[in-house]
């Protein structure tokens, strides 16, 4: 007998629960909700219809059920490493609308635009206008430069060490405490970050200042508020750390935090404005494609973001 399934009605993203991590257990519906089992048997309700994402660190598996449910309520699942230190793969709540699609790639080919969005997204990084008929190039190696300076800012503020960004990504723990910090406090941005983009209906691998790789526009979105965000987080745990102020491990402390800070700087209410802001920049016109489907939540009051869909 085929198992039925309710309609979530979407929660709108700005009203959700940032991020929520699961690890060592099986995620199922149960009486049409979303639960998680672990190995003692003990379930847990998981908020799936009023969270962004859900990351799913090692030692989870998942039901076709439960994938279904988070697709219809429009939550992005994210496949992460330990401690959610690499991200891995992720769903697709919303995916790309064609006409969102179309905007978002004619703006990153016509080199013109490009460059615009570019300089749109160092101004609003370092609150400051770049130098003119700069090339992307070069402002992606101004920007490496600030980044560095930037890094060392705020551990001088925080009082931690820093010798620099370095880590080994097949071998996180190898990394000195400063850098696990950031490497949990980056992916968990990251999470947020592609949900916002796939819940507006653009691409995530449609990137500006970093292309050719599977989220080249999460990171361009993250980058640009990751040092109001989520760096200095890090940077304020490996200094309790240091000061023995941290109850249990480095990456709990970290992702706690920046679920804290998503909430008090409302990141998640302010991503998808933020994307479009960027790419208006590039001076394109949204193609109007009136054979487009309509958004699926077609509501008398609207509760989803564009992009969801059935």
């Given at each position: 007998?085929?198992?039925?399934?309710?309609?979530?009605?979407?929660i709108p993203l700005k009203e959700r629960v940032s991020v929520v991590f699961l690890e060592k257990g099986q995620i199922d519906v149960n009486d049409n909700r979303m639960v998680i089992t672990d190995?003692?048997?003990?379930?847990?309700?998981?908020?799936?219809?009023?969270?962004?994402?859900?990351?799913?660190?090692?030692g989870t598996r998942i039901s076709h059920a439960a994938i279904v449910m988070a697709a219809r309520s429009g939550t992005l699942i994210v496949w992460v490493g330990e401690n959610g230190v690499r991200v891995?793969?992720?769903?697709?709540?919303?995916?790309?609308?064609?006409?969102?699609?179309?905007?978002q790639a004619q703006c990153a080919l016509?080199?013109?635009?490009?460059?615009?969005?570019?300089?749109?997204?160092?101004?609003?990084?370092?609150?400051?206008?770049?130098?003119?008929?700069?090339?992307?190039?070069?402002?992606?190696?101004?920007?490496?430069?600030?980044?560095?300076?930037?890094?060392?800012q705020i551990a001088e503020q925080h009082e931690v060490?820093?010798?620099?960004?370095?880590?080994?990504?097949?071998?996180?723990?190898s990394a000195d405490v400063p850098n696990r910090c950031l490497s949990v406090a980056t992916a968990s941005l990251y999470g947020i970050s592609e949900a916002a983009i796939l819940a507006a209906g653009y691409a995530p691998a449609i990137g500006f200042l970093h292309s050719g790789k599977p989220l080249g526009f999460v990171y361009d979105i993250a980058d640009v508020i990751k040092f109001q965000t989520v760096v200095p987080v890090a940077f304020h745990v490996a200094s309790d750390m240091a000061k023995g102020k941290v109850k249990g491990s480095i990456e709990h402390a970290v992702r706690t935090r920046c679920r804290d800070a998503f909430?008090?700087?409302?990141?998640?209410?302010?991503?998808?404005?933020?994307?479009?802001?960027?790419?208006?920049?590039?001076?394109?016109?949204v193609?109007?494609?009136?054979?487009?489907?309509?958004?699926p939540f077609d509501l008398a009051e609207h509760s989803g973001d564009v992009g969801h869909r059935s």
């Amino acid at each position: 007998m085929a198992r039925r399934f309710y309609q979530p009605v979407p929660i709108p993203l700005k009203e959700r629960v940032s991020v929520v991590f699961l690890e060592k257990g099986q995620i199922d519906v149960n009486d049409n909700r979303m639960v998680i089992t672990d190995i003692r048997g003990v379930r847990m309700f998981v908020p799936v219809g009023g969270t962004v994402c859900l990351m799913l660190e090692p030692g989870t598996r998942i039901s076709h059920a439960a994938i279904v449910m988070a697709a219809r309520s429009g939550t992005l699942i994210v496949w992460v490493g330990e401690n959610g230190v690499r991200v891995y793969a992720a769903g697709q709540p919303g995916g790309a609308r064609s006409d969102r699609l179309l905007y978002q790639a004619q703006c990153a080919l016509d080199e013109k635009s490009r460059l615009r969005v570019v300089r749109k997204m160092y101004a609003l990084r370092f609150n400051e206008e770049p130098p003119p008929k700069w090339s992307v190039d070069q402002l992606r190696g101004m920007e490496g430069t600030r980044v560095k300076a930037t890094y060392k800012q705020i551990a001088e503020q925080h009082e931690v060490e820093w010798t620099g960004r370095k880590y080994d990504v097949h071998d996180w723990q190898s990394a000195d405490v400063p850098n696990r910090c950031l490497s949990v406090a980056t992916a968990s941005l990251y999470g947020i970050s592609e949900a916002a983009i796939l819940a507006a209906g653009y691409a995530p691998a449609i990137g500006f200042l970093h292309s050719g790789k599977p989220l080249g526009f999460v990171y361009d979105i993250a980058d640009v508020i990751k040092f109001q965000t989520v760096v200095p987080v890090a940077f304020h745990v490996a200094s309790d750390m240091a000061k023995g102020k941290v109850k249990g491990s480095i990456e709990h402390a970290v992702r706690t935090r920046c679920r804290d800070a998503f909430r008090e700087k409302k990141t998640v209410e302010t991503l998808i404005p933020l994307i479009g802001e960027i790419l208006s920049a590039g001076a394109v016109t949204v193609p109007q494609q009136n054979e487009a489907m309509p958004i699926p939540f077609d509501l008398a009051e609207h509760s989803g973001d564009v992009g969801h869909r059935s």
